[in-house]
């Protein structure tokens, strides 16, 4: 399980420091992809393999779920982190995601997403209200 919230930079050549809680389960691979909200989606490649495959078993008569494939597939780039926990983003996701230097890496059970810090600031500034909302929805009583 992915959790916490942690601020590492890109390097010049474009490349993050994976927080090292995380190395272990990255160390035998990883796809990063283009997320929601302009974030960048990052799972093992196990977890991406299953989600592919969901994918491919769907119906492709349907042209959100083509339209979903292309942007989600089309920026999806495989790596292995080396040896010092090091994965490429690759320009296209930097410019996706607003990415200069500063960057939000943030655990989501069984993914990580990476923001740039105001993207991300704004974002949970806005869903602040609606976490509160939908805890008694979703968990009552918890």
């Known amino acids: 399980?992915?959790?916490g919230t942690f601020t590492p930079k890109l390097d010049d050549k474009g490349r993050l420091f994976l927080p090292a809680k995380f190395r272990e389960a990255m160390g035998d691979g990883l796809v990063i992809t283009r997320g929601q909200e302009r974030s960048i989606d990052m799972r093992t490649k196990a977890d991406f393999d299953v989600f592919a495959e969901k994918f491919q078993n769907?119906?492709?008569t349907d042209a959100r779920l083509r339209g979903y494939g292309r942007m989600l597939f089309a920026l999806a780039s495989?790596?292995?982190p080396d040896?010092?926990?090091r994965i490429s983003i690759t320009p296209e996701l930097r410019q996706y995601a607003a990415l200069e230097k500063e960057c939000?890496?943030?655990?989501?059970?069984n993914r990580i997403e990476i923001?740039?810090?105001?993207?991300?600031a704004e974002y949970t500034a806005a869903q602040e209200q609606a976490f509160s909302d939908v805890s008694e929805e979703i968990f009552p009583g918890f």
């Open 115 to 120: 923001w740039e810090p105001g993207a991300w």
């Open 1 to 3: 399980m992915f959790s």
């Open 104 to 109: 939000v890496v943030i655990g989501i059970y």
């Open 58 to 60: 769907a119906s492709q």
């Open 78 to 80: 495989e790596q292995v």
């Open 83 to 85: 040896k010092q926990g």
